[in-house]
């Protein structure tokens, strides 16, 4: 019953290093997601994948790249940090294959500083 | 930019009170969700409804929604000390996004 699971839950990075966070689903949903949350602005999208091999970009992907490894796992790398990306960072999926209306399912985030 | 804002930003009530809280976005969509947060946990989801719906429940849930207005409600009835929480709307345009609010912290006091 794991759902969504993010690794590693906390992080501190030096500005300029580079890092990728882990995200996988055992729900065999084909949409994934990637999330930043910052205080008082709710959860914006950073990029998204609709199926294995695909992906495309959110409201802030600026920084961030991901990889849509197979259908379970999806990646998002950093590759020069900045301060400005100290952010909880948040997966999910959802079951595109059902329709429109259909809920995500939320991992317990990473919580990533840059200093 | 966010689609959605709810409103009040936070709310403190007495267990066993119900909490409302508003949600309003901008342009028309496809389905309303409303999510739960946790303190240092993921958003949960707790229902979803439909543009050519206007009222859900779900357990000591009630949804409402006033396409003409832009708006949704969530009302919590009875509340428990469990319900503190973040409570998020979020839209969906007819595509696989949704476009999050800024979320209510909801408080019950014991």
């Known amino acids: 019953n794991a759902g969504v699971t993010q690794t590693p839950k906390f992080q501190v990075l030096k500005t300029g290093q580079s890092m990728t966070l882990q995200c996988a689903q055992d729900?065999?949903?084909?949409?994934m997601y990637w999330y930043r949350q910052d205080p008082g602005m709710g959860l914006r999208l950073i990029y998204y994948s609709a199926s294995e091999g695909t992906t495309d970009k959110g409201e802030v992907p600026n920084g961030y790249n991901v990889s849509r490894l197979n259908k379970r796992e999806f990646s998002l790398r950093l590759e020069s940090a900045a301060p400005s990306q100290t952010s909880v960072y948040f997966c999910?999926?959802?079951?595109?294959?059902?329709?429109?209306?259909?809920?995500?399912?939320f991992g317990d985030g990473t919580r990533l500083s840059i200093l | 930019s966010q689609q959605g804002e709810e409103d009040p930003q936070a709310l403190s009530i007495q267990e066993g009170e119900n909490a409302t809280m508003n949600c309003s976005y901008k342009t028309s969509i496809n389905n309303l969700q409303w999510y739960r947060q946790n303190s240092g946990r993921g958003l949960v989801h707790l229902i979803l409804?439909?543009?050519?719906?206007r009222e859900k429940h779900s357990g000591r849930l009630r949804v409402t929604l006033d396409t003409s207005k832009k708006s949704s409600s969530l009302l919590i009835t009875a509340s428990r000390a469990a319900d503190t929480a973040s409570y998020f709307c979020a839209t969906n345009f007819g595509n696989e996004k949704l476009t999050f609010g800024t979320g209510t912290r909801l408080t019950i006091i014991p």
């Open positions: 999910a999926s959802s079951d595109r294959d059902r329709g429109d209306n259909q809920p995500q399912h």
């Open positions: 409804i439909r543009s050519n719906e």
């Open positions: 729900m065999n949903h084909n949409s």
